[in-house]
């Protein structure tokens, strides 16, 4: 095997998971996510991380059937590389009724520009070299990705899903500048996507200040309202979520 792909959650990449925690943490005063934590680590324990979110029954209805976790590393260096290639590609599935995790894919990526891996690249990412060699290259991975889309059910019409990212640089930067560059067309499921950052934004100021808040900039004011969720997407404009 020159990778794995499984559908169990036990072998999938931690970081993807603390990255995640890492990105919001600093929004909350320090006691708010405390008691989410607790909940989480108690749960993912029954799929190999040590917590789900099960037991949250009042977890209201989602709009979406599954979310998708997305999460790249690349190559990179300082001054920054170009262009910068995925080297690995982690997606978790997320059913948006139970917030159990149902499934995993996980490949590593062969870069053909910068084929040998920067010492920061390895410090930054945590990947070595031997780990990406002989590995497949791009196109090979999204096709990968085709299939167990299709095998996870995720390509039936009626079956709604969306991608989830810690920002927007994974599906409107790095995918479809690399795709670009290479002659590859991005399928139409990495066209809109969930940013986790300007969600967990968007929710601290809902909850924090439910009316407004004024910051002094300057001179200038600046009115923050409680904002609506909303996801992304490379061809039409925000559309809202409806938690």
Known sequence: MIAFLHTG??????????????????????GVLKGFSSIVSRKLASHGFGASMAAMSSFPPQRYHYFLVLDFEATCDKPQIHPQEIIEFPILKLNGRTMEIESTFHMYVQPVVHPQLTPFCTELTGIIQGMVD???????????????????????????????TCGDWDLKVMLPGQCQYLGLPVADYFKQWINLKKVFLEVAFTVLHPFSRRL?????????????????????????LPW
């Open 216 to 240: 002094r900039q300057g001179k200038m004011d600046l009115c923050l309202p409680a904002a609506s969720l909303h996801m992304h997407t490379l061809s039409a404009p925000a559309a809202r």
């Open 134 to 164: 002989g590995q497949p290259s791009l196109q090979q991975v999204l096709e990968r990705v085709d299939e167990w889309m299709a095998k996870e059910g995720l390509l039936d019409p009626s079956v709604k899903s969306i991608f989830v």
């Open 9 to 30: 959650a036990a072998k999938f990449p931690q970081n993807l998971l603390s990255r995640s925690r890492q990105a919001v943490s600093p929004l909350f005063p320090a």
